[in-house]
């Protein structure tokens, strides 16, 4: 009965972790990593007041009223990114009911399908990754069977359970999506030229003709046309990633790249173009015939070629984001520069995805979103310490930790026996 | 030696296998310690496993997690005939011996991944390469792994570079009874037979919950649709391998009292691999996550008389710690993955550490994939994490047995593999480091007192034929 109560009391608190009031807090001694030219501080003091950081600098002198949060040196990043995918898409697995990431409307191609309406605040899955530290993450709705290799757009989640302006698009290419382009990956392009004709050259259609989009697809599509919101494209093998940078070249598109497991083989040509790669860090092994190349170098190796990298797990499958950091900290295993490993998970996607006003950085007059980590947020043994977004603290509590303390007493009693 | 004693297990119909499997706790029926009258098939698909010839190797002043639940500061270890031959502080080296400079490294028992479907299910995951589920049947007791996996699946190496020396490769879960596992040592070789454990005892492959049903009842409508379907068709299995038991002993009886109308029954494979698991000599691993689930197979194996030697993915076995232990029933997990369908849907990242808790309790960490498999270490390491937090400390010496000791004692081979003791099989992995760290690298990887894995020369490894000839990435040492 007790637990019961407990559980009870806790709901609300996690539902309205968003809407709770700002704080006034000052963190003291920090290690602030700040993801800016300012670099990293150290023995910092950082005051959130009105959810932004209103100060930042050494011997700050707390408001009267202020918490105070001793850091003794404890490193503060930006909270993280969770990657692009299913968060707040999908409360399970294998379950339609609960899962609204693909649109299987027969094949027909519909960029204007948004999939940021499906988002749920309330989703158990945001309270287990804020814990983890993240605090941003990227909608991405999904190729499946039924659909179009444009899976349609995402917004960027805040996990308070804010949804954000910008939107950005995305594209399925290469092997494992040819069986949305009629058995062939040269489909892909000529699907892909054909709807982007069809917003080109509206004039030139007839009623009778066979088309692609619908007049609002044609809008969505031509709002992209311009260059500044993103369109993701996902793929990986070497010369698929030639051709997608040809492609996007001559149609304009700013463009990023999405899976990407031999994107390393064409990093100069990658840098040149100014494109930036979101990767998983921990795929290394030839799982299809596009990516016999994949290695754990892929990141280091972008890096040191100039090209902008992103974390993001190939799996969009949104319980387990918490890992990202894990596979950060594994790229820095295998040469990357440990800096470099943090900003693909702050700084370099809140960059591309248009949001570094609020996440990425720690920034005087930015709103507070913060991370205080136990040690090094990129090791295996690091926990969150806490967590601010919008200088709202967040509770440090989920499904899970009601369900570790419900079986904690219950442990702890037979011990005891 | 070992082959030796494979070779007369078929001559004499009883095991090896039936040696090296001891249940922690068994509550197997006295069948199980009579001699089987079940030709033991294993015999005639034997192990051609035989550890290189090496050097002795002198491991000086490292710090060793031995995998008996000490850990040692400035201490050295000696190989010698593929062996660990001694652990202490100041060894002396063979003449003959190679010396590794410890120095700030840690070394740690070979690791084991009891949960593994490399060479089964391999890369790339081409349609010509799924052998991992004969999904035509809900029981296929018939089948055994070994004869799917493909030695030259790329996974292999890459759980080499994360310090597996041995590994359970198990049939999927599309069925109730999946069929039986293998234990491989992770040495390159183009058969399998040059990879399996010698002597190892097989595994029996049982699945819970949504699988089975998703598989059959679901997919194609036909029995079981439901989990208490799930529980009928196992307990119709194991009835008819009772039968089958019964009439081969019989058999055996008249056979042996000369009667005249001594008649075999008819060889049935399936039931031959049902019949060895009653009667222990096949280790029973199953697939079960929710904790209602897990109690009801316990019934289910008092009423047939046999043991659980681990419950796979166990997502709510904190749930039920106690139970597991009072059973001496293993439960073998991931760090944190959970919610990928609705039986997942209550893991917490604290799991290993509450079965770790409980007195008695026999956790491992496994993997079920061939990213995980790379760095079992890392999934002990976040539990270890977790379960601080929660008030459930676990020092590294300890959390080391959940991938080295308890997987090889859930295996049956815990008087050979899983340790740091002399005597035991030299299966040793030289970290650049705490094992327990995100930026923790296997330096070196001894199977049998072997090198078979040395990050600054990447050809001690040799690739898979696969990789030949394509544009894979060429291996730089970090």
Redesign the interface.
């Known amino acids: 009965m007790k637990a019961r109560r407990l559980l009870l009391a806790a709901v609300p608190v996690l539902a309205l972790a968003g809407r709770a009031a700002a704080a006034t807090v000052l963190i003291h001694d920090a290690t602030v990593h700040t993801m800016t030219s300012a670099g990293v501080l150290q023995h910092a003091d950082l005051l959130i007041r009105d959810g932004r950081v209103a100060e930042l600098g050494t011997k700050l002198a707390a408001p009267s009223g202020a918490e105070r949060i001793e850091a003794n040196g404890r490193p503060l990043t930006p909270g993280l990114f969770g990657g692009i995918g299913f968060l707040g898409i999908e409360e399970i697995g294998l379950e339609p009911a609960a899962d609204d990431y693909a649109l299987k409307l027969g094949g027909a191609m519909r960029p204007e399908f948004d999939v940021s309406s499906a988002f749920n605040p309330d989703s158990v899955v945001l309270g287990v990754s804020r814990l983890g530290g993240i605090s941003f993450a990227q909608l991405g709705p999904a190729s499946e069977a039924g659909g179009s290799i444009i899976s349609g757009q995402g917004a960027v989640v805040r996990l308070d359970g804010e949804v954000a302006a910008p939107r950005a698009l995305f594209i399925d290419a290469g092997g494992d999506a040819s069986h949305l382009s009629g058995g062939s990956r040269a489909g892909e392009f000529m699907l892909l030229s054909q709807a982007l004709t069809e917003v080109r050259t509206p004039q030139l259609l007839l009623p009778n003709d066979q088309r692609l989009l619908t007049p609002a697809g044609r809008e969505t599509l031509r709002s992209y046309l311009g260059g500044t919101h993103r369109v993701v494209v996902d793929v990986n093998r070497a010369s698929d990633i030639r051709q997608v940078l040809a492609f996007a070249r001559r149609e304009h598109l700013a463009i990023a790249l999405r899976g990407a497991d031999e994107a390393w083989r064409v990093a100069p040509e990658l840098a040149a173009a100014g494109v930036a790669v979101i990767l998983d860090p921990l795929d290394d092994l030839p799982q299809s015939f596009d990516v016999v190349g994949a290695t754990l170098e892929n990141a280091a190796r972008l890096n040191a070629a100039g090209v902008k990298v992103i974390f993001s797990f190939t799996d969009p499958e949104p319980h387990n984001i918490r890992k990202l950091r894990q596979g950060a900290g594994v790229a820095v295993a295998h040469g990357m520069p440990w800096e470099a490993a943090l900003a693909a998970l702050t700084r370099n996607p809140a960059e591309l995805f248009g949001v570094a006003d609020r996440n990425g950085s720690i920034e005087r007059g930015h709103p507070a979103d913060l991370v205080l980590w136990s040690g090094d947020p990129l090791e295996v043994t690091t926990l969150a310490d806490a967590v601010f977004i919008q200088g709202v603290p967040q509770p440090l509590r989920s499904r899970q930790t009601e369900l570790r303390d419900r079986y904690l007493q219950k442990l702890r009693a037979h011990a005891a026996r | 030696m070992k082959r030796l004693c494979c070779f007369l297990a078929a001559a004499v119909l009883s095991g090896c296998a039936m040696q090296a499997a001891r249940p922690a706790k068994t509550s197997a029926p006295p069948a199980a310690q009579a001699a089987t009258p079940i030709a033991p098939a294993a015999s005639f698909y034997p192990s051609t496993y035989q550890p290189p010839a090496s050097a002795p190797t002198l491991i000086r002043n490292a710090t060793l997690l031995s995998g008996t639940g000490t850990r040692l500061e400035h201490a050295d270890l000696l190989l010698v005939d593929g062996k660990i031959s001694a652990v202490g502080a100041s060894l002396t080296a063979p003449a003959n011996a190679t010396v590794v400079d410890g120095t700030g490294r840690w070394v740690t028992p070979g690791l084991i991944d009891i949960h593994s479907h490399l060479g089964v299910y391999p890369?790339?995951?081409?349609s010509g390469n799924d052998d991992g589920n004969e999904a035509t049947s809900p029981s296929t007791a018939n089948v055994w792994a070994e004869h799917s996996v493909w030695p030259q699946d790329?996974?292999f190496r890459?759980a080499l570079a994360g310090g597996i020396t041995t590994l359970q490769i198990l049939p999927g879960s599309a069925n109730l009874i999946g069929g039986r596992s293998v234990v491989l040592k992770n040495v390159p070789s183009v058969t399998y037979q040059g990879m399996k454990f010698p002597a190892a005892p097989q595994g029996l492959k049982m699945a819970c919950g949504?699988n089975p049903k998703?598989v059959y009842g679901a997919g194609k409508k036909v029995f079981p649709s439901t989990r208490m379907g799930n529980m009928a068709g196992y307990r119709a299995q194991w009835a008819e391998a009772q039968e089958y038991l019964r009439d081969n002993i019989e058999y055996q009886k008249k056979l042996a009292t000369g009667a005249k109308d001594a008649k075999a029954p008819k060889r049935d494979l399936r039931l031959d691999t049902l019949a060895a698991a009653l009667q222990g000599q096949i280790l029973i691993h199953m697939h079960c996550y929710r904790a209602d689930e897990m109690a009801a197979v316990l019934d289910m194996s008092r009423e047939f008389g046999y043991h659980v030697a681990a419950f796979h993915h166990a997502v709510e076995a904190?749930?039920i710690?106690?139970l597991l232990a009072q059973n001496g029933v293993c439960a073998a997990m991931w760090a944190?993955?959970?919610?990928?369908?609705?039986e997942?849907?209550?893991?917490?990242?604290?799991n290993m550490a509450?079965v770790d808790?409980?007195?008695g309790g026999c956790a491992i960490v496994h993997s079920d994939s061939?990213?995980g498999i790379?760095?079992l270490n890392?999934e002990a390491?976040?539990v270890?994490?977790?379960g601080a937090?929660?008030?459930l400390d676990v020092p590294p010496e300890r959390a080391i047995r959940w991938l080295t000791a308890n997987p090889a004692k859930s295996l049956g081979l815990d008087s050979r593999t899983g340790t740091l003791e002399p005597g035991k099989m030299a299966d040793v992995v030289v970290w650049n480091g705490t094992p327990?760290?995100?930026?923790?690298?296997a330096d070196l990887v001894y199977i049998d007192g072997a090198l078979r894995y040395d990050r600054a020369h990447p050809d001690v490894a040799p690739r898979s034929d696969?990789?030949l000839g394509?544009?894979?990435?060429p291996e730089?040492t970090?």
């Open positions: 890369v790339p995951a081409v790329p996974g890459t949504e998703r904190y749930k710690s106690d944190d993955w959970w919610g990928f369908k609705m997942s849907y209550d893991g917490i990242p604290e509450f808790a409980a007195p061939d990213e790379q760095r890392q390491a976040k270890m994490a977790y937090r929660a008030g327990f760290s995100v930026y923790a690298l696969f990789l394509q544009p894979a990435a730089v970090p």
